[in-house]
């Protein structure tokens, strides 16, 4: 398996869990610094490698009015300050190659959502930076068949690539995580993260809506997900959940991301001698 480095955090093979958290949405400098800070903290205490997300712009909501981020040139400036100040690499989500560019000035992993996974032209500009490109797997697309887009991104030479678990569509609304899909996807070569907070989420309700996810299931889903060989564990957190602007559904709160990340760091530490198998 590659292993990929960004700065000092290797991710893949026999290297340690990795965790990539944040606030679903730029909501404002102050909340993002804020957040930032505190789960820096716990990474450093736990001795997790962290990487900061939070999106600059997020455009699948489901209404025009729904808050949808500062925009690119706002929410770069502010992962920038991110990045600056608390020495963590970061990541967002971009939403067409006229963005990519410019995000890649700043951002050390670009993403590419999970709908917009199978666009060739998108994929192959974020490729072309030489960025790490983390994809995200639709929720319509079977984990085998991601090796098609694992094989454009390859095609510009860039080999930086990981791979994210956020569910597969089970009916109206409902996610459900086939456990098979971490080991299908690492024999592709790369590193595999599992994005659990995405797969609690119920879809066609407002993000807003308390019923529109099912947060209690963060927890055994996570476990499940590192024992089954993930290599990174993706979790939106905050740290005001009432008024947060974007899945305060599905969020978990920054008070309850410590006791889980231990048990987690536990779970692949039994695990990790597993994956190079």
């Known amino acids: ?26 909501e404002g400098e102050k909340i993002t610094l804020s957040v930032a800070e505190e789960v820096k903290k716990i990474s450093e205490d736990l001795k997790i490698p962290f990487i900061f997300k939070s999106s600059y712009k997020k455009d699948n909501r489901s209404s025009a009015q729904a808050y949808a981020g500062p925009g690119l040139t706002d929410g770069i400036r502010i992962l920038k ?29 670009i993403q590419i959502p999970a709908y917009l996974s199978q666009q060739t032209e ?18 319509f697309i079977a984990p085998p ?5 694992v094989r454009k991104i390859e095609s510009t030479g860039n080999k930086n690539i990981l791979l994210t678990e956020r ?18 996807m690492r024999s592709f070569g790369y590193p ?10 119920l879809y066609g309700k407002p993000s807003s809506d308390p ?7 963060i927890h055994h889903l996570s476990r499940a997900g590192v024992a089954a060989g993930c290599d990174g564990i993706f979790i939106e957190t905050h740290s005001d959940l009432a008024n947060a602007k974007c899945d305060a559904a599905s969020m978990l709160p920054l008070c309850k991301l410590k006791v889980l990340l231990k048990q987690l760091i536990e ?11």
């Open 1 to 26: 398996m590659k292993v990929i480095q960004i700065d000092d955090i290797k991710i893949g093979g026999s290297n340690p869990l990795i965790l990539i958290a944040g606030p679903c949405v730029i």
């Open 81 to 109: 300050r991110v990045k600056d100040e608390f020495g963590v690499p970061v990541l967002s989500d971009v939403h067409c190659k006229y963005e990519v560019d410019e995000a890649a000035a700043v951002l050390d992993v």
């Open 122 to 139: 998108l994929t192959l500009k974020v490729a072309s930076t030489g960025k790490v490109v983390n994809v995200k797997k639709g929720q």
């Open 145 to 149: 068949d991601m090796l098609n887009v």
């Open 167 to 184: 569910g597969s569509c089970f009916g109206y609304r409902t996610l459900v995580v086939d456990m098979r899909s971490f080991p299908q």
């Open 192 to 201: 595999v993260i599992f994005d659990v907070t995405h797969t609690i989420r």
């Open 211 to 217: 019923s529109g996810g099912e947060p209690q299931f």
């Open 267 to 277: 779970i692949d530490n039994l695990v990790r001698e597993d994956k190079l198998s």
